[in-house]
């Protein structure tokens, strides 16, 4: 039996709209996985390449109609950069994805880069650790002190609350007295 008709016994073509549900078997992600003598690969791979041919270099193939990782219908899938499946991916999984960063800085397109694996970085966060490793100043937001109504401006820690260790020694004092 030729490798072509054994792949397409392994899975049931319907509707052009509909997934092909591959019918072999999976991997434990979800994904089907074809075998060829002592070779395995991703059945959505082997049949995005029989239809279309080879995959390029450098991209990967997207369930871009589906997210269904056991569909092989050539419709639903799309030859894309691992960044750009990452993003859809994290978009899928995460309807309400995270508006700012672990030290409350803001997700904007203007202070959002995406790293080559697609996931996000704070630019602000990057330059200040660009700035303490060149020893240059590291200059945050003012905010006002959490104790005295003060406006400072933290000068080594991005999250301080206080303006002084007098008004961080009040607040500790405060909260021994009403816990």
């Keep these: 039996m030729d490798i072509a008709k054994r792949f397409r016994s392994k899975y049931v073509e319907g509707a052009p709209d509909d997934c092909w549900e591959w019918r072999g078997k999976r991997a434990k992600n979800g994904y089907?996985?074809?075998?060829?003598?002592?070779?395995?690969?991703?059945?959505?791979?082997?049949?995005?390449?029989?239809?279309?041919?080879?995959?390029?270099?450098?991209l990967e193939i997207d369930h871009?109609?589906?997210?269904?990782?056991?569909?092989?219908?050539?419709?639903?899938?799309?030859?894309?950069t691992h960044a750009e499946n990452m993003r859809r991916a994290r978009g899928w999984?995460?309807?309400?994805?995270?508006?700012?960063?672990?030290?409350?800085?803001?997700?904007?397109?203007?202070?959002?880069?995406?790293?080559?694996?697609?996931?996000?970085?704070?630019?602000t966060c990057h330059r200040l650790t660009v700035m303490r490793h060149r020893g240059g100043p590291v200059v945050?937001?003012?905010?006002?002190?959490?104790?005295?109504?003060?406006?400072?401006?933290?000068t080594k820690h991005a999250r301080?609350?206080?303006?002084?260790?007098?008004?961080?020694v009040a607040a500790y004092r405060r909260r021994q007295k009403n816990p």
């Design 140 to 154: 945050h937001e003012s905010r006002p002190c959490e104790v005295c109504g003060t406006v400072f401006q933290p």
């Design 93 to 123: 999984k995460h309807p309400n994805p995270k508006t700012h960063c672990k030290h409350g800085h803001e997700f904007t397109p203007e202070n959002t880069r995406i790293n080559a694996n697609g996931s996000r970085a704070c630019r």
């Design 64 to 80: 871009a109609k589906c997210q269904n990782r056991a569909c092989l219908n050539p419709a639903h899938l799309e030859v894309v």
């Design 32 to 58: 089907g996985v074809f075998t060829m003598g002592h070779r395995a690969t991703g059945a959505h791979r082997f049949a995005w390449e029989l239809v279309n041919g080879s995959i390029p270099d450098g």
């Design 160 to 168: 301080a609350k206080y303006c002084s260790g007098a008004c961080k």
